[in-house]
């Protein structure tokens, strides 16, 4: 006699979903926190320039140049109802300060928090907000030594410059056209313009001829 193979339990069907439901589950798994991170990313580019500034008493004092190479980008999920991120954008900025012809070279980085949020719109409008920050919010390390520590004083608030100068670049990036319209995404009009692909992709080329059971017997009465 030999042992019959013991059968497995079928899984339970899974719960149906609402509307809502579902609607909320495609947000989360479209709009996820890694496609936010490249968007970001590919809105900021690879590199800054700025200067040379004046900066110093009267702005006469000393000239700033600076070079500066975004990093990849980190993030959160905000927890709560609603979908949003918490995104931190590192920057890699090597600058230099002309006083007198003396040229001092430094190394800082900047992170920028950005917080980016959905809305929807009637009639099927998805709305992307992004919210930066604060000056003071826009964290700034400076390597230095001691000398080079010294020549950063005596050019008062040329670190504040730096954080200003950071925000208006990224200002200026976000408030362009052709970004402020991916802020706004037609999900109607998104699908109706990839719908004949949909259906490409899913219908084969050459379908089967159709088979008629009832036209087949009566071909064999005739």
């Known amino acids: 006699m030999t042992d019959e193979p013991a059968l497995e339990p079928t899984p339970p069907a899974p719960a149906p979903m609402t509307y809502a439901d579902f609607g909320e589950a495609f947000l989360r798994k479209v709009i996820h926190r890694r ?34 190479w975004f990093q ?17 954008v590192p920057v890699d900025v090597d600058f230099e300060i002309e006083i007198a012809r ?7 980085r900047l992170l920028v928090p950005i917080t980016v949020r959905l809305r929807l719109e009637p009639p099927l409008d998805l709305l992307v907000d992004v919210a930066l920050p604060e000056e003071d919010e826009v964290s700034l390390q400076v390597e230095t030594d ?31 056209p052709h970004i402020q ?9 998104l699908v109706d313009d990839t719908w004949p692909e949909l259906v490409d992709r899913l219908l084969p080329d050459d379908p089967p001829p159709h088979h008629d059971p009832d036209a087949e017997a009566a071909a064999h009465l005739l």
């Open 35 to 68: 496609r936010v991170l490249e968007v970001i990313e590919r809105v900021l580019g690879e590199k800054i320039e700025l200067g040379p500034i004046g900066a110093g008493p009267g702005r006469k004092f000393a000239k700033v140049r600076a070079v500066g």
């Open 102 to 108: 003396d040229v001092n070279r430094f190394r800082a």
């Open 146 to 176: 001691k000398r080079r520590s010294a020549v950063l004083q005596r050019v008062a608030g040329l670190e504040n410059e730096l954080r200003r100068f950071m925000m208006r670049v990224m200002e200026k990036e976000f408030a362009k």
């Open 181 to 189: 319209r991916i802020m706004r995404v037609d999900l109607l009009q």
């Open 72 to 88: 990849p980008t980190s993030g959160i999920e905000i927890p709560g109802p609603d979908i949003g991120f918490r995104i931190i």
